[in-house]
């Protein structure tokens, strides 16, 4: 699904604003626009319907967040839409942010979400490597098969991951934890983007930022305010490596989805493949 697809969606949903004005915000695994007829709502479309049962249940997501006190995005209709085989969610824009997101803001969230019981109804596993075959499907030929094969197989040899023994309680998660899914806004810290909550190992959490330290040029002070400000940090854990190695095989993947309309995601494909086949961990991964 490109920006153009995506456009058309949104018309069919009747929520291209005036003028098809809609404004796009990012284009990752949903399209995401800002309209309404003041601006005052975001709506995000997904790629395809096989993510239609994700949007439900992210919706959900957001109205148990606020019920439980967890500052979060809140939703503007109570079910998604499946416009043309896409599913569609809308939801009430956040107020301009008051500064930028720092990772010590994501930790006192994380902190309430991992204090949460299981919610009234079922959150999956967080599945890392279960978008890997879709996102290599995706990709279709435009991705060397060698480097579509080397991910599938490491994908596989992260089953023993099902076997780690955590250091925290297992319980709901916010699954992709990383800095730009805080929202800094007038009354303090909100968490976006619920769509991968999950209830599984917390540790998930936590390696994220961790895995940015690493790869994505986090500053190594800003990682510290972080752990300092959690209480933990997850590299003292046994299990880090494993969960971080799942990460890393996942992202690589993910990358590919967007090689066939866009040269930059495919060489950066290239690059961390390649990274990952020389086994060195601190070559430095971009966004595209």
């Known amino acids: 699904m490109d920006e153009a697809r995506a456009r058309e969606v949104l018309a069919a949903a009747g929520l291209a604003g005036r003028g098809g004005g809609a404004e796009l915000l990012a284009l990752g695994e949903n399209a995401v626009f800002r309209t309404g007829a003041d601006g005052g709502l975001v709506v995000k479309v997904g790629r395809d319907a096989e993510l239609l049962e994700r949007a439900v249940r992210e919706v959900a997501i957001a109205s148990w967040l606020t019920e439980a006190g967890v500052p979060a995005v809140r939703a503007a209709e109570p079910e998604p839409r499946l416009v043309d085989g896409h599913p569609v969610t809308v939801w009430h824009r956040l107020p301009e942010a008051a500064r930028p997101a720092e990772p010590r803001d994501l930790a006192p969230l994380l902190r309430r979400v991992h204090a949460l019981p299981e919610p009234p109804f079922a959150l999956p596993r967080r599945e890392l490597l279960g978008g890997v075959e879709r996102w290599l499907r995706l990709a279709g030929d435009v991705v060397d098969p060698a480097d579509a094969e080397y991910l599938r197989a490491r994908r596989d040899g992260f ?124 070559v430095r991964w971009y966004p595209f």
Not at 204 to 218: I, M, N, P
Not at 225 to 236: H, I, N, S
Not at 246 to 261: F, G, I, M, N, Y
């Open 159 to 282: 089953a023993a991951a099902a076997a780690l023994v955590p250091r925290l309680p297992p319980g709901p998660i916010h699954g992709d934890a990383l800095t730009r899914n805080v929202h800094i806004g007038p009354d303090g810290p909100v968490l976006v983007d619920l769509e991968t909550f999950s209830s599984d190992l917390r540790e998930h959490d936590l390696v994220v930022l961790a895995l940015s330290r690493d790869r994505y040029g986090l500053d190594p002070a800003a990682y510290d305010a972080f752990t300092e400000a959690y209480g933990w940090d997850v590299r003292e854990w046994d299990g880090c490596a494993v969960l971080r190695g799942a990460r890393e095989t996942a992202s690589c993947a993910w990358v590919a989805q967007h090689a066939p309309s866009n040269p930059r995601a495919l060489a950066e494909f290239r690059r961390r493949v390649a990274s990952l086949r020389d086994g060195d961990p601190a």
